[in-house]
Every structure is written in C-alpha cells, then in structure tokens.
T-cell receptor, first 113, second 114 residues
C-alpha cells in the first residue's frame, strides 16, 4: 500500500491567496483526520471525518478554513484567504478501526508570506 | 482537564546504552495509549499502543513501553539505542469516552550520539 498521500509537499503563497491541500487516505480506512503542526502549538486536530462525514470540526481555526471529503479516497483542506499565521505543516491521517493507530501522510508544509 | 506530559524536551544517550522517554497522562478512566516517532520532514509513524492486557507492550524497531496505572505513566524504552533512533517522539492518549480524539504530548527529541 502506498500509505496516505498528501499534495503538495511544499506550498509558498502570498497573504490573501487561496490554498488547497489534498489527501488520499489508505484504501479501506473509514476515518480521516487533518492535523496542523507548529512549534508553538504542537499537533492540533483540525477536523475528523468518519465514513466521509465531518464529525468534529471544532478545531478549525476560523471560517477561512474549510474541509471536504467528497468520497472515501479523497479529502481537501482549503484556506481562503490565507494569512501568515497559517504557516505550518498540515498532516492528513487515516485509520481503519476505532482502536487502530493513525497512519500519517508526509505532510504539506505551508508558508504564507 | 485531560492532558499528556512529556517532561523532557530532549533526551541524550550514547549508542548502545538503554534509553527511556517519559510520558505521563491525566485522563479519566482507562485510556488508550500510543507512541509515535517523527523523523525530520516526515509524518508521524506509529510505534506501539496499549489498549488492554499486559502492561508491557512491544512495538516496532525494538521499542517497548510499560503502562503503569498507579503512576499514570507510559514510558517508552529501548534496551540498546541506535544512532538511527534519533528523532522526535510523541506520546498520545485517547480517552475512553472518545472514539477518535488523540491528545498528543509536546514531543521529546531523542539524540543518540555515536
């Protein structure tokens, strides 16, 4: 299995631009998570999907952030408009079962100038 | 409040020596406990987990962890460290009353010197 696939690996953009991060979970996994990692705040859960349905989006910082999962094999995290404080590494992770471990992608490093 | 503490920002150990990375938690009930490792510019990788049963859990790459309920700890250990073990280690706790929320510690950087 190829694991969780994220794109792009690196994104540099200017403040105010729209950013879209993409994730392909492991086939057969029914749970998908988006995390953000920064030095100051560590790992933060942004949103959790189960069977393609958003269950908990309480970690989404503000309305500028949105996430979708149109099918079991694809999810997006969109930031519009982006701000410098959004600079971070964004991870997607998937899980097969409730007691199972998370499988993380390699992350998307976002820099907003 | 539910929390996970990794009291050491960094652990230094010589290659071949045993290593311990500490983790304590504060959650209600009996939690599910995990250790993950992160290499530079990579995602987190699962090492091991405790759900129930034997308090000593063995995981990937020769790592093991011991669940201690009375001390609310789940320290990560390895009998003989390798230089390639140098990485960032995260302890995570999932409270029993949640099907998905993982509370991550702040991470401990392990440096194994040759």
């Amino acid at each position: 299995d190829a694991g969780v696939i994220q794109s792009p690996r690196h994104e540099v953009t200017e403040m105010g631009q729209e950013v879209t991060l993409r994730c392909k979970p492991i086939s057969g996994h029914n749970s998908l998570f988006w995390y953000r990692q920064t030095m100051m705040r560590g790992l933060e859960l942004l949103i959790y999907f189960n069977n393609n349905v958003p269950i908990d989006d309480s970690g989404m910082p503000e309305d500028r952030f949105s996430a979708k999962m149109p099918n079991a094999s694809f999810s997006t995290l969109k930031i519009q408009p982006s701000e410098p404080r959004d600079s971070a590494v964004y991870f997607c992770a998937s899980r097969a079962a409730q007691l199972g471990e998370l499988f993380f992608g390699e992350g998307s490093r976002l820099t907003v100038l | 409040a539910q929390s996970v503490a990794q009291p050491e920002d960094q652990v230094n150990v010589a290659e071949g020596n045993p290593l311990t990375v500490k983790c304590t938690y504060s959650v209600s009930g009996n939690p599910y406990l995990f250790w993950y490792v992160q290499y530079p510019n990579r995602g987190l990788q699962f090492l091991l987990k405790y759900i129930t049963g034997d308090n000593l859990v063995k995981g990937s790459y020769g790592f093991e962890a011991e669940f201690n309920k009375s001390q609310t700890s789940f320290h990560l250990k390895k009998p003989s460290a390798l230089v390639s073990d140098s990485a960032l280690y995260f302890c995570a706790v999932r409270p029993m009353d949640s099907s998905y929320k993982l509370i991550f510690g702040s991470g401990t950087r392990l440096l194994v010197r040759p």
